[in-house]
Every structure is written in C-alpha cells, then in structure tokens.
C-alpha cells in the first residue's frame, strides 16, 4: 500500500530520492544540467514529501514559495519501478491540498522537454503550459506549467 509523508529537507528517505532525481536530470538535461541545478537546492525546503510502498521510499515532491500567492512545485520524482502506479499524481494532488492550507491560490512549475511523463502529468492533472517564468524565461528546453488551485 502507497502511503504519504509530509516532511521537509531534513528527511533523509527524501534527499536520497532527490539524489536519484539530480542524476536522472543530468543524463536527461546534457550540458543545460549544471544552469537547472543551481535552482534545485533542497536545503532549506519546508514543504516536501515521501511517497512510500509499505516501508520502501517511491517518490518525492516538494513546494516553496515563488510569491506571496504562489507555490513552486519543485523536486517532483518516482522511482522506476513504481512509476504508473499513480504515486506522482497522489503527491501533486496532496502537495496542492498543502498550499491551500498554507493560503495559496495557485501552483506553477517547470519541466523539461525531455521530461515527457511530467508533462503528460501536469496536462493530465490540469496545468497549463505558460510562458516560461523567472531564471527560465531564456531557456528553450523548459515547458513552465501554471494551476490555479480551488480555496
């Protein structure tokens, strides 16, 4: 059974995923790795979560704030062999649920093109592509997606 954690940085199950995460995005990313890298810091995140099977971490996500009305989903990943099994759309919808809690109206994010199944995720779960947003604005490889969040 998938169960899931709210947690934060400190969590050691979720720096390890987001280990895995940062190498899959190297080999997925090539030379463009290093720029999206120095964005992806999970230090101080406050907000993350651990997806679970029984007691094996599966998946991680995370938010932080982009601005006074917005969460930045961030750091959002399944491992392999649980991917298809719904564990990314459960943590896209709980971390949702949090920043409505939190008193946010919207989520955006950022994705790669060679990141199909995110892409395929966020359409599914109801995001919109957007222009690109912030440190992304000049770069080609980046699809920025935008939900306005039912409070």
Known sequence: M???????SDDSHFRELVQQLDADLKIRDGDEHAFYAQFNKTATIKY???????????G???????NPDTMEVKRMFVL???????IASAMLQMLETWSVELGYKK?????GKNQPEAIALYKKSNYKI????????????????????AV
């Open 107 to 111: 989520c955006v994010l950022e994705t």
């Open 130 to 149: 957007i222009p690109n947003y912030g440190q992304y604005q000049s770069m080609t490889n980046s699809v920025c997606f935008e939900k306005e969040l």
């Open 2 to 8: 998938i169960t899931i954690k709210r947690t934060n």
């Open 80 to 86: 392999p062999a649980y991917r298809g099994k719904g």
């Open 60 to 66: 991680s996500g995370a938010i932080r704030e982009l």
């Open 48 to 58: 993350a979560l651990v997806a679970y099977d029984g007691d094996v971490p599966a």
